[in-house]
Every structure is written in structure tokens, then in C-alpha cells.
């Protein structure tokens, strides 16, 4: 039989509680070739938004460039909730305008829609690659979903 020590309990409650540290969540929609691609960071819950821009494309580096007001302003949002709230953990969505999965047998050439998510991909590959170098200590959940309106009749769900 096991013999456990006498705080044994005592160190379990302390251990396994429930904390409610608060998350962070960013989010990067490709709003289409018009529309651009928004990201935001979200605290907590959607309603709790820090941090909003639009890119114009997925070409766009305008979060990457080191020294641009847009890019230390996000890098330094992320900065500061990570290092106050302790948050070690982030939750990104990234949110292609058409289908990611290509067509399992197909003779056509690929097309436009196909090129952007591709580019889009590699912009968030890019942000991937610039997290591991400014916060190293962070953990990052990612959720790669799709929307297309086309597809809105089949499926129930709303933006």
C-alpha cells in the first residue's frame, strides 16, 4: 500500500486549483482582396480589445518592420500583457477569406483565392517566427479557420 505524507492534501489544494489568470487572444482575419486583413488583440474576452490595424495585404510587413510606429506599438501591447498580467499563453486565430484545404484531385491551375491564403499563411508563419524571437517564454495555440460567404448557405454560422 502506498504511504503518502501527512500534508499530502494540503499540497494538492494548493497545487491544483483553478487560477483565473486572464488570456490572451489575437486574431487575424483576411477580410478579402477589398477588404485587407484586421488584426486585433483581445484580453480575456472578444468585447476587451487592445489592440486594432487593418494591412492591406498579406504582403504587408507593416508588423514586422523594426522601428515602424505600427509594429512597436503591437509588440509592445504584447509586451506589456504578457509581463504585467503574467499571461503565458496565447490563443491565435487565424481566419483565411477562402477555403485552405485545396481540392483533392483538380486540374485546374491555382487560382487567386488560392495565391492570397498562401501569402496569407506566410504572413502569419512570419509573425509566428517573430514571436519565438521577442517572447521566447510564450506558449502559442493556433486555429487556422475559413470563411466564405459562398459557403454560408450550407453552413450556419455568423462573423
Same mark, same amino acid.
Given at each position: 500500500?502506498?504511504?503518502?505524507?501527512?500534508? =499530502?492534501?494540503?499540497?494538492?489544494?494548493?497545487?491544483?486549483?483553478?487560477?483565473?489568470? !486572464?488570456?490572451?487572444?489575437?486574431?487575424?482575419?483576411? &477580410?478579402?482582396?477589398?477588404?485587407?486583413?484586421?488584426?486585433?488583440?483581445? &484580453?480575456?474576452? !472578444?468585447? *476587451?480589445?487592445?489592440?486594432?490595424?487593418?494591412?492591406?495585404? !498579406?504582403?504587408?510587413?507593416?508588423?514586422?518592420?523594426?522601428? *515602424?510606429?505600427?509594429?512597436?506599438?503591437?509588440?509592445?501591447?504584447?509586451?506589456?500583457?504578457?509581463?504585467?498580467?503574467?499571461?503565458?499563453? &496565447? =490563443?491565435?486565430?487565424?481566419?483565411?477569406?477562402?477555403? !485552405?484545404?485545396?481540392?483533392?484531385?483538380?486540374?485546374?491551375?491555382?487560382?487567386?483565392?488560392?495565391?492570397?491564403?498562401?501569402?496569407?499563411?506566410?504572413?502569419?508563419?512570419?509573425? &509566428?517566427?517573430?514571436?519565438?524571437?521577442?517572447?521566447?517564454?510564450?506558449?502559442?495555440?493556433?486555429?487556422?479557420?475559413?470563411?466564405?460567404?459562398?459557403?454560408?448557405?450550407?453552413?450556419?454560422?455568423?462573423?
Amino acid at each position: 500500500m502506498q504511504q503518502f505524507h501527512r500534508d =499530502f492534501d494540503t499540497f494538492w489544494d494548493t497545487v491544483c486549483h483553478d487560477e483565473t489568470r !486572464p488570456n490572451l487572444a489575437l486574431e487575424i482575419v483576411d &477580410l478579402g482582396a477589398d477588404g485587407g486583413i484586421e488584426v486585433s488583440i483581445h &484580453l480575456g474576452q !472578444p468585447s *476587451s480589445l487592445v489592440f486594432e490595424v487593418l494591412l492591406v495585404d !498579406p504582403e504587408s510587413d507593416l508588423l514586422l518592420t523594426h522601428g *515602424s510606429i505600427e509594429t512597436e506599438t503591437f509588440w509592445k501591447c504584447i509586451r506589456d500583457h504578457v509581463n504585467n498580467a503574467a499571461i503565458t499563453q &496565447l =490563443f491565435l486565430t487565424a481566419r483565411c477569406h477562402s477555403s !485552405p484545404m485545396p481540392h483533392a484531385v483538380s486540374a485546374r491551375r491555382i487560382g487567386y483565392a488560392e495565391m492570397r491564403n498562401v501569402r496569407f499563411f506566410r504572413l502569419i508563419d512570419d509573425i &509566428l517566427d517573430e514571436f519565438t524571437t521577442r517572447e521566447p517564454c510564450l506558449s502559442v495555440e493556433v486555429n487556422v479557420t475559413y470563411r466564405n460567404e459562398k459557403n454560408g448557405r450550407f453552413i450556419d454560422y455568423g462573423f
